[in-house]
């Protein structure tokens, strides 16, 4: 019964069209930083899917990761504190003894934080393939520095 209800509740939150958890951290001109919880891809959360997208709409498909990571972004801490009652066992001091356990835990809050640009489109004398191929004449390279081995060269 327990799984009914929590498939429903999924479902329920599936279908009613979550906000995305995608953001931008920092937008300019063809480049910025977008930040998700996680930087998983897998059911139900699709955070870099969700950045991926936002990417898209701000760039065009065109676009490159420069640098992606977990950042933190603040500090969490828990207090527990349990409480043990017992009975005293010396017959003077009838009652009870209470003894208190506190534990304090910090972590950090994180985010995953892509950085992205826009593609720079190729020069108009660079083949489809994006690569420009260079010769060098009389057996030097660039600067006249000759390729290793004194062998002339053709790249």
């Known amino acids: 019964m327990i799984r ?17 958890p995608a953001r931008y951290v920092e937008r300019q001109p063809g ?3 977008v930040a998700v919880p996680t930087g998983t891809d897998v059911w139900p959360t699709y955070h870099r899917r969700a ?6 709409r701000h760039v065009g498909a065109g676009y490159e990761i420069v640098d992606e990571r977990e950042v933190a972004t603040g500090k969490a801490t828990h207090n527990d504190q349990r409480v043990h ?3 005293t066992l010396n017959p003077i001091l009838d009652g009870t003894r209470q003894t208190v356990t506190n534990t304090t835990t910090t972590r950090d809050v994180t985010e995953w934080r892509i950085s992205y640009r ?3 489109e190729p ?6 393939g994006g690569v420009r191929r260079t010769e060098y004449r009389s057996g ?10 004194g062998a002339d060269c053709k790249q």
């Open 123 to 128: 020069a108009a004398d660079t083949p489809a």
């Open 118 to 120: 826009k593609r720079a």
């Open 51 to 56: 950045a991926l997208e936002l990417i898209e």
């Open 140 to 149: 030097s390279g660039p600067d006249g520095v000759k390729p290793a081995g």
């Open 4 to 20: 009914v209800a929590l498939s429903a509740a999924a479902l329920a939150a599936g279908l009613s069209g979550c906000a995305t």
């Open 85 to 87: 009652e017992r009975e």
């Open 31 to 33: 480049a910025g930083v």
